[in-house]
């Protein structure tokens, strides 16, 4: 046997440890060591066939087995061993495929240039190893990210790979179609490869999009709860206040009968009206058992009053919720804002709102209600913003909701603008 022929048996086991362990490697396999153990066992299982074909069967008819002999059983061990999804174990297997392509371009530059096929071997051998480190290391952590992303992304990545493994097997293994000058072969590749291209990219674009869309709410997200955390603190501090104001009654009755003491009646009178204007002004008032729906409801109740308008509370929420507190502020602060913003622009006798929050069916409910004037415009079901910077406070709720996997509701009918808001406990 030549050494050419050595060497190329040399380089066909090389190329099985190169597809195999590069598509284990995109499918995200491989990455504990009892996993690496077991591949490694299993490889003698691939190699024996393929040899034996080699041997007696011939390069060209080992070739034509290929798919069988090794793509076949490597998709059943993704899929049944390293429990892979389908979708995601065959566009590995053909990218690895594709990147097949790398040493063999090396292998045919170098026998064209050298006019030697032992040339072309010897650097086939050379090459392979250095390709292979390159593309487990840069490549596949990438390509394994752009499949895990979507379905969407799956298809887009595997699109290309997938066309070529086909292309490249009826052409080229199971005919000689790509060789024979067909005008019409020779340019499917390139036509193909150019649509794939120009989809990728519209598509790459929309993704982006929506990617930088996600980061900006999400951005806006953290300061919304940074905001209801200093909200929720401030309404504390005011609690603790409220709390040493009635701690020290003792004094302020003790004032109040030194005045009665002294027959200063009228300042009693007046001593006592201060006190009680104080305490009101500061103590929040009690709405249900939930501490911080209380602090929020007095909070804009007390706003409600300022501007003058009517605020309805119907709260029954208990003391301990599996939401957290700086999301359900959130949530409460830019639904009863932009209710309070809203009528703020009506006549003094249709400034109202009305609030539903509690459980049911293990569910936190929240309602809000308030007249609007003018129209409202909405976009995928969310109110749009008609001035710069406003509509965050929307956003900030559907986020939240789909983040619990909830639902929400905007509507607006006959004058009423409703917001409902569903979270599974």
Known sequence: MKL???????????????????????????????????????????????TISWLTLGVETTKQLYPLLIHLPLLVLFVFVLKKPVGISLVSICTAYLCCQLPRCGDIAVTAVTKSELAGEIVYTIIIVPIFLLLERYFAPSARSAMAESPKSLLLFGGLPII????????????????????????????????????????????????????????????????????????????????????????????????????????????IKQVQTD?????????????????????????????????????????????????????????????????????????????????????????????????ILFQDGVPAAVQPNHGHGCRSICTIVQARRGLCDFKAENGIFTLRVALPM
């Not at 590069?22 to 066939?49: C, T, W, Y």
Request: aromatic content about 10%; glycine content about 6%; proline content about 2%.
């Open 279 to 375: 305490i009101e002004a500061i103590t929040p008032r009690r709405f249900c058992e939930n501490e911080l729906v209380n602090l929020l409801c007095s909070s804009f109740f007390s706003k409600a009053e300022r501007m003058r308008a009517r605020l309805k509370v119907e709260a029954a929420v208990p003391g301990k919720l599996t939401i957290s507190d700086t999301e359900l502020c959130a949530l409460l602060s830019n639904g009863l804002e932009n209710a309070l913003n809203a009528v703020s622009a009506l006549e003094e006798n249709s400034r109202w709102a009305e609030l539903y929050c509690g459980i049911r069916l293990d569910k936190l409910l929240i309602e809000v209600k308030n007249p609007y004037a003018g129209q």
């Open 4 to 50: 050419v022929d050595i060497l190329g048996i040399v380089n066909y086991g090389l190329v099985f440890f190169y597809g195999a362990f590069l598509s284990i490697s995109i499918a995200g396999g491989g990455q504990s060591r009892r996993e690496r153990i077991l591949l490694l066992a299993l490889s003698p299982i691939f190699l024996v066939p393929q």
């Open 164 to 271: 070529f493994y086909f292309f490249a097997y009826t052409t080229a293994i199971y005919s000689d179609l790509l060789y024979s000058g067909s005008e019409v072969v020779a340019e499917t590749l390139p036509t193909v490869v150019g649509l794939f291209y120009m989809v990728y990219t519209t598509a790459y674009r929309q993704q982006l999009q929506r990617r930088t869309q996600a980061e900006l709410l999400n951005s806006l997200m953290e300061g919304q709860l940074k905001q209801a955390e200093t909200e929720m603190a401030s309404l504390r501090e005011a609690e603790a206040q409220a709390a040493a104001y009635q701690h020290d009654m003792r004094h302020h009755l003790a004032a109040i009968d030194g005045f009665l003491s002294e027959g200063k009646s009228r300042q009693a009178e007046e001593y």
